[in-house]
């Protein structure tokens, strides 16, 4: 069996201007297409491991054998790190609902909660992902490096920003400030809160 490269949920050139179109061509076509090849490739050999979805792999890293181990984690989280990532991007959907206000409880308004996610990932050195997931029912902003998930950490992803310079250098070069500003314009907030919802009813 092998995982498939998701189709994006919209045009390559519907998140313009803030995700410029040739970026989103070889940001999904090519970037995402290798991480998910490679994948099938270190998985190869181990026809019990395709059966498992790539979140369930890398939920349990200590029962993929040691040979492959790396290889799982890096392909096989950015297989999943991008599949999770497209769906949240749409231009014109304010923050909203329950997230929302589980936002302002934890951080007391939206600008402070945007401010200290933009600070963590504006400082995460290196290529990587902002996040912001539920860790026992609590919100939470963490940084990963490279394709690292905080689903491997036991905690649930909500939301997050790809880091690594390929999801903004043709446009942006070396603004990653401005990446993170032109995120949070693209940022599907129906997406989010149904995140929000399902991780809700996971820990429960
Ligand atoms: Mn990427």
């Known amino acids: 069996m092998m995982t498939k490269l998701p189709a994006l949920p919209y045009k390559h050139n519907s998140l313009e201007p803030y995700i410029d179109e040739q970026t989103m061509k070889v940001h999904h076509d090519k970037h995402h297409q290798v991480y998910t090849d490679k994948f099938n490739e270190t998985l190869a050999d181990y026809s019990e491991l395709q059966k498992i979805p790539a979140e ?26 991008h599949s999770f990532f497209w769906p949240l991007l749409k231009i014109g959907v304010e923050p909203k609902d329950e997230v929302l206000e589980a936002i302002k409880t934890k951080f007391g308004t939206f600008e402070k909660f945007k401010d200290e996610f933009s600070k963590q990932a504006a400082s995460l050195f290196g290529s990587g992902w902002a996040w912001l997931v539920m860790d026992k029912g609590q919100l939470e902003i963490v940084q990963t490096s490279n394709q690292n998930t905080p689903i491997s950490d036991g905690k649930t992803p909500l939301l997050t920003i790809d880091l690594w310079e390929h999801a903004y250098y043709l446009k942006y070069q070396n603004r990653r400030a401005e990446w993170i500003d032109a995120f949070f314009k693209i940022l599907n907030w129906d997406q989010v809160n149904k995140n929000f919802l399902d991780a809700l009813t996971k820990s429960r």
Do not use: M, T
Not at 56 to 81: A, C, S, T, W
């Open 56 to 81: 369930e792999l890398l939920k349990d890293l200590g029962k993929i054998p040691e040979k492959i181990r790396q290889k799982v984690i890096d392909f096989g989280g950015g297989y999943v790190n």
